[in-house]
């Protein structure tokens, strides 16, 4: 029993970022908090924790969310990718590497949701344009004004699949 | 691997740890006894408490103990210890201390239970009844009551004496302006929340991870309150998730934390909610008054400005507003006048360029006006009234490469094309308007300290308790180390944000760069000076009698810059002296006999252009170019960022940021950020950031001026130029929304 949560705990599956893992989780608990506070996985940043701000985006099915939105027990068998599960061991996703290369980040913070919302932005595959991209990644604020270079950054990474 | 250089646009190097969620900020450190701490807020603006009932929230298993004004330990009692480095005078808000609230929001008690979820349930459980007293959060009804602030804020300069009879001169001018700008209280909302984890470790001592831009600050503050022993209290801070100010002070959490901590001898986390965030720290509310003269050929002969800032009841929080006034333009008569008004609203705290930001968008606001009644191209105009020496402490600057600013600024844009009157530029339904303003900050180095390690193995250590509020500090400290002593970047490990490191200056002002910077630059020359010594000693060594002026360290080596022989490598050396390693540490003190003779900022230019939908009153701006004179640039790519994130705050500050009172509540109700709107993606065009080339070997060994504060001042004025190029319509109280253009 965890404490303060009585019984009234429930079982759910989660695969993150590749591992299937069991847990009890009680039902208030949101996918955010479960990330950072149970399974130690603080890549995904808490900005306001009222879907304001996307700092904390992560890919559920493959498909960028708000995890402070989202409450663990809605997400029973799904599928999580977090900022930890993006790099194949060593081989950062072309994202980190683009993001590194532009400079698309300052202090840090926003960045996770920045990058695993430009990876749903990707798979969604509406944005051809960076004011498309721009549109599209509105709802990850970046208070150190890196806008600029993340725009630059996903159009990077968004290249070469246009050319292929 | 080649040698790591300044002036070379390298990638940071905490990059990595970024990108890929591994870096930890403060909130997110842990320990097995581990518990959370959530924050009872006032529910009024003034008054008392005068019950307090926690036996709900106590009932709830998993929750520990609640904390208020009535079981809190009585600590420090003088003001002194409470009041942290950067402190403005007066008396430091001591949380939980008494029955008596100051503003809204502050906090009345602390819930701690073994769950985040629990103990912000049980917040909610938490009653508290008030005897409420009249409150008054309205600048304009404090404005007449505004004094002149309390000594003490670092910093801080009351403004120069007036020079000649401003108010004759400007009855006298032939043409006048005269008008009243204000803008409203801003929160910096950076994207982290303030957040503090303190680890009780086995012998009882604490180590903290502080939201903070001073380690040193919030280790200080705690050991004063709480009456610990330096050794007993470690802040170990590695990466900031934004500051912009908001942590040059320590918050209130931390105190919170610290106190349950060691009341209950187990870790303890207090993180404050996005709400929460609107209950400490802002940019002041501030009116200001601009009267300028000028003759029919454009010279400025008068030149008034007055502004009042608001502070809270108990410190005076205050910034340099009006001096830049008598600093940027020649004009013989001057008049500039400040105070600060108090509110029932927690003290202001220094926000990007405190200061400078709103006195800039008073005054490039001002002379726009007045190139306007002129009939003067605004750039014309301050290039008539260029100041070539700072006629307040009549001294000479020791850079000012401000004129380039203007012309590559205005030829990267092409402000000549620009037609001269208002409502002159259209596009279909779309009003265009070009603007422009310029930006001015004082460079600055306050003492700092580094310590080196070399290794035999080429590998290089340095090591000094300053921040990472996301400026690149990391990465340009390793730069200048690795160039100092000929290694790749991939070879030096810089390390920050740690109390147990040399000291360093908290990190704001934009002079880190300068001061940090001068540290590692003389711990690093301390190393160049002992491997000399220690290579003059080879068997037949090439460097006898030489000194560092003779030699240059490159590709892991020494030689001799005259000669052709290649580089010795460095361990060669050590070995031949039989050192596995060699540690250095210095201090970097700023010269002031010699800085004191000169005024030494640094300077923009910034021109903007906005479309204004006619029927709509919407805003858009459409590209920015920011031309900047910052001394020496030490990493152009991070260097850049630093300017887009300025500008980026300046059209926040211009069209959209709104900290909004509800004057019956006395509180901040847009307290969210869907509410208080931030620049998103969408409004943030390409933004161009040119530096010119400026040589300043006064402000510090580096010649660099810090670039933090420069690109956000200005731009507020820049893009209301603009507007009113597009629209013929002045608007003078920020921000711009659509209801003041309809
Ligand atoms: S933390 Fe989820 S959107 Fe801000
Ligand atoms: S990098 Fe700091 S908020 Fe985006």
Redesign the interface.
């Known amino acids: 029993m ?5 019984d009234d705990t429930c079982a759910i599956t989660l695969k993150v970022n590749g591992s299937t893992l069991r847990l009890q989780v ?1 039902p ?2 949101t996918l955010l ?1 479960l990330l ?2 149970r399974l ?11 879907g ?2 996307g ?1 904390c985006t992560v890919l559920v099915d493959g498909v960028r969310i708000n995890s402070c939105l989202s409450l663990a027990v809605m997400r029973d068998g799904a599928s999580v990718t ?3 599960g ?2 194949e061991g060593d081989a ?1 996703h072309p994202l ?2 683009a ?3 532009n ?1 698309a ?8 949701g920045q ?1 695993c919302s430009a990876v749903g932005l990707l798979a969604e595959g509406h944005a051809r344009s960076d004011d498309q ?3 599209l ?15 630059a950054a996903i159009g990077q990474a968004m290249r070469p699949r246009r050319d292929a | 691997m080649t040698t790591g250089k300044t002036g070379e646009p390298h990638d940071r190097v905490d990059g990595r740890a970024k990108v890929t969620g591994q870096a930890r900020y403060a909130g997110e450190f842990t320990a097995p006894d581990l518990v959370h701490g959530f924050v009872v807020g006032s529910a009024i603006a003034r008054g008392k408490i005068v019950r307090i009932d926690a036996a709900e929230a106590l009932a709830l298993p998993g929750v520990l103990q609640v904390y208020t004004h009535e079981n809190t330990p009585r600590l420090a009692w003088r003001d002194r210890s409470w009041r942290d480095m950067v402190a403005p005078g007066g008396s430091p808000l001591r949380p939980l201390h008494d029955a008596e609230i100051r503003f809204s929001g502050q906090p009345v008690a602390l819930v701690i239970a073994e769950s985040f979820e629990l103990a912000r349930e049980a917040a909610g459980l938490v009653k508290v009844d008030y005897e409420a007293a009249p409150h008054e959060t309205r600048l304009a009804e404090v404005e007449s009551e505004a004094h002149e602030p309390a000594r003490g804020k670092k910093g801080y300069t009351p403004p120069p004496k007036p020079r000649g009879r401003a108010d004759e001169a400007l009855a006298a001018a032939p043409v006048r302006v005269e008008a009243t700008y204000e803008h409203p209280p801003l929160h910096h909302n950076p994207m982290e929340p303030h957040a503090t984890t303190v680890i009780v470790e086995a012998d009882g001592s604490l180590t903290i991870h502080d939201k903070t831009q001073g380690v040193s600050n919030s280790r200080d503050y705690v050991c004063k309150v709480f009456g610990l022993a330096s050794d007993q209290v470690r802040v170990v801070t590695p990466f900031v998730g934004g500051g912009f100010g908001s942590g040059l002070r320590p918050q209130y959490q931390l105190f919170l934390a610290v106190l349950a901590a060691r009341e209950l001898r187990r870790s303890v986390r207090v993180v404050l909610s996005r709400q929460q965030m609107f209950t400490i720290g802002y940019r002041p509310w501030t009116r200001q008054r601009v009267a300028l003269g000028a003759e029919r050929d454009g010279r400025l002969c008068a030149l008034i400005h007055e502004a009042v800032g608001n502070t809270s009841r108990f410190e005076d929080y205050c910034e340099n507003v009006v001096p830049w006034s008598g600093v940027l333009y020649e004009c013989p008569n001057t008049r500039l006048e400040y105070g600060v008004a108090a509110l029932d609203l927690y003290t202001p705290i220094d926000a990007r360029a405190p200061g400078a930001v709103t006195g800039l968008w008073a005054l490039e606001s001002a002379i726009d006006e007045l190139a306007d009644a002129l009939d003067i191209d605004p750039l014309a105009l301050r290039l008539k009234n260029y100041a070539e020496e700072d006629q307040d402490h009549r001294r000479p600057f020791s850079s000012k490469a401000l004129r380039d600013c203007y012309r590559e600024g205005a030829a990267r844009f092409g402000w000549h094309r620009r037609t001269l009157a208002a409502r002159s530029m259209r596009e279909g339904a779309l009003q265009i308007g070009w603007g422009m303003a310029t930006g001015i900050w004082e460079a600055q180095q306050a003492p700092s300290q580094a310590k080196a390690l070399l290794t035999v193995d080429g590998r290089l250590h340095v090591a000094s308790a300053s921040g990472e509020i996301g400026p690149g500090t990391y990465t340009i400290m390793s730069q200048i180390a690795a160039e100092q002593l000929g290694l790749p970047l991939a070879a030096v490990r810089f390390e920050l944000g740690d109390t147990a490191l040399p000291p360093a200056m908290i990190q704001g002002g934009s002079a880190t760069a300068s001061s940090v910077g001068s540290a590692v630059l003389a711990v690093c020359r301390a190393l160049q000076h002992t491997l000399l010594k220690l290579a003059q000693a080879l068997p037949d060594s090439p460097f006898g009698g030489r000194t560092l002026a003779d030699v240059e360290f490159v590709d892991r080596g020494l030689r001799l810059r005259s000669g052709v022989a290649p580089a010795v490598p460095l361990a060669a050396i050590m070995r031949h002296a039989g050192l596995g390693s060699i540690a250095e540490q210095a201090t970097a003190i700023p010269d002031l006999a010699r800085q004191s003779r000169y005024t030494s900022n640094a300077h923009s230019a910034v021109f903007v252009e906005v479309a204004v939908d006619e029927a709509l009153g919407t805003v858009t701006v459409r590209r920015v170019v920011s031309a900047v004179a910052g001394g020496r640039i030490l990493n152009p790519k991070t260097a850049r960022s630093q300017i887009l994130g300025g500008v980026v705050w300046g059209i926040g500050m211009a069209l959209e940021e709104h900290s909004m009172l509800d004057h019956g509540l006395g509180r901040f109700v847009n307290h969210n950020l869907g509410e208080y709107h931030v620049p998103v993606h969408a409004d943030v065009p390409a933004i161009d950031v040119v530096f010119v080339e400026e040589r300043d070997d006064v402000v510090n060994p580096l010649g660099v001026k810090g670039l933090g504060e420069i690109g956000i001042v200005g731009v507020a004025a820049a893009i209301a130029n603009a507007v009113f190029h597009a629209t013929g319509r002045r608007i003078r109280e920020l921000p711009i929304t659509l209801d003041k253009l309809l």
């Not at chain 1, 965890?2 to 009585?6: A, E, K, S, T």
């Open positions: 965890l404490p303060g949560m009585g009680a208030w608990t908090d950072r506070e130690g996985l603080t890549g995904s940043k808490k900005g306001c924790d009222h304001q701000c700092a977090t900022i930890e993006l790099a950062l980190q590497q993001f590194i290369e400079d980040f300052q202090c840090g913070y926003c960045t996770p990058i991209i721009r549109e990644m509105s709802g990850n604020l970046c208070r150190c004004g890196a806008y600029p270079n993340i725009v």
